[in-house]
């Protein structure tokens, strides 16, 4: 359901695009889309790809790759298919509408050989189908996800992408991070909030890559880093609600969010009320 330099896809269906935007190892794609009775695609990507079905359905899918799979079904809400770089795939889709969301990994974003990656057509897959509707919702907030939470995205789905479809499906180690480090890195972004924060700066105050630092600042503060920094955000801005009349907007700002909507919508889903209400009753 996309198009790359190197494939090549024949006329058919109508997209309609709801979020595209490009960072350093990923891109994301969002968009509804109608085949008509017999809509053709070819194709062959530069880039590890998966595509989650969020809502809608098609009559028929029928999916051959290079090396001979073969699928015969349908599109579904919470499919869940993945193409690994270079893998040949030729696409038939009856009459359908669905809404779905592309992620397109850099190839060398993945620690493993290529080859060893294993393609599948429309599976389910709870943690892939759990990431996309995240993202979805993030692209709800103030017009797409930040940074950080597309850096731990791309390291999520990347780990569990060679953890559960690698040949070799190495298991994940036990990850520590160094506590004199992790309080350093916990320090670090109590004072650099209003920054856009990015996983690999973090992981490199740790002194680790960004696979075993995301493993090691969950395990040793339960959160993910995206979900512990949007925690400490709206801890400051609640601090600095209840205990100054600065305008709401400013407060946003100072805390690391990119606009009062967006503090808003964040503050009423952690704290259960809205910021002029917090800090109406404090």
Same mark, same amino acid.
Request: net charge positive; charged share 25%; proline share 5%.
């Given at each position: 359901?996309? *198009?790359?330099?190197?494939?090549? #896809?024949?006329? &058919?269906?109508?997209?309609?695009? =709801?979020?595209?935007?490009?960072?350093?190892?990923?891109?994301?794609? =969002?968009? /509804?889309?109608?085949?008509?009775?017999? %809509?053709?695609?070819?194709?062959?990507?530069?880039?590890? @790809?998966? $595509?989650?079905?969020?809502? &809608?359905? %098609?009559?028929? *899918?029928?999916?051959?790759?290079?090396?001979?799979?073969?699928?015969?079904?349908?599109?579904?809400?919470?499919?869940? %298919? $993945?193409?690994?770089?270079?893998?040949?795939?030729?696409?038939?889709?009856?009459? &359908?509408?669905? +809404?779905?969301?592309?992620?397109?990994?850099?190839?060398?974003? =993945?620690?493993?050989?290529?080859?060893?990656?294993?393609?599948?057509?429309?599976?389910?897959?709870?943690?892939?189908?759990?990431?996309?509707?995240?993202?979805?919702? +993030? @692209?709800?907030?103030?017009?797409?996800?930040?940074?950080?939470?597309?850096?731990?995205?791309?390291?999520?789905?990347?780990?569990?992408?060679?953890?559960?479809?690698?040949?070799?499906?190495? /298991?994940?180690?036990?990850?520590?991070?160094?506590?004199?480090?992790?309080?350093?890195?916990?320090?670090?972004?109590?004072?650099?909030?209003?920054?856009?924060?990015?996983?690999?700066?973090?992981? *490199?105050?740790?002194?680790?890559?960004?696979?075993? $630092?995301? #493993?090691?600042?969950? #395990?040793?503060?339960?959160?993910?880093?995206?979900?512990?920094?949007?925690?400490? /955000?709206?801890? #400051?801005?609640?601090?600095?609600?209840?205990?100054?009349?600065?305008?709401?907007?400013? =407060?946003?700002?100072?805390?690391?969010?990119?606009?009062?909507?967006?503090?808003?919508?964040?503050?009423?889903?952690?704290?259960?009320?809205?910021?002029?209400?917090?800090?109406?009753?404090?």
């Amino acid at each position: 359901m996309t *198009t790359d330099q190197c494939s090549v #896809r024949q006329p &058919g269906g109508r997209y309609l695009p =709801i979020f595209e935007r490009q960072w350093a190892d990923v891109r994301i794609q =969002i968009s /509804r889309w109608r085949s008509g009775p017999a %809509t053709e695609g070819l194709s062959q990507l530069d880039d590890h @790809t998966v $595509f989650v079905t969020l809502a &809608g359905a %098609t009559h028929r *899918t029928v999916v051959t790759l290079d090396d001979g799979q073969r699928y015969v079904g349908a599109d579904f809400p919470g499919a869940v %298919t $993945f193409l690994p770089a270079g893998v040949r795939r030729h696409t038939r889709h009856e009459t &359908g509408l669905v +809404e779905f969301i592309a992620f397109r990994l850099r190839q060398d974003l =993945i620690p493993s050989d290529s080859t060893q990656l294993r393609a599948f057509t429309n599976q389910p897959d709870p943690v892939i189908h759990d990431l996309a509707w995240k993202c979805r919702d +993030e @692209t709800r907030v103030n017009g797409g996800p930040s940074t950080l939470f597309v850096d731990n995205l791309a390291t999520t789905l990347s780990s569990h992408l060679v953890t559960k479809y690698s040949a070799s499906s190495p /298991r994940p180690k036990s990850v520590v991070v160094d506590r004199r480090r992790l309080l350093y890195v916990l320090d670090y972004i109590k004072d650099h909030l209003a920054e856009d924060l990015r996983l690999a700066k973090l992981a *490199t105050l740790a002194d680790m890559d960004v696979y075993q $630092f995301a #493993r090691g600042f969950k #395990r040793a503060t339960g959160q993910s880093p995206h979900r512990y920094v949007i925690g400490q /955000r709206v801890e #400051r801005a609640a601090l600095l609600l209840a205990r100054s009349t600065r305008p709401i907007s400013e =407060i946003a700002h100072e805390v690391g969010f990119a606009s009062q909507a967006h503090l808003t919508t964040t503050f009423r889903k952690v704290v259960g009320e809205t910021p002029l209400a917090y800090r109406e009753d404090r």
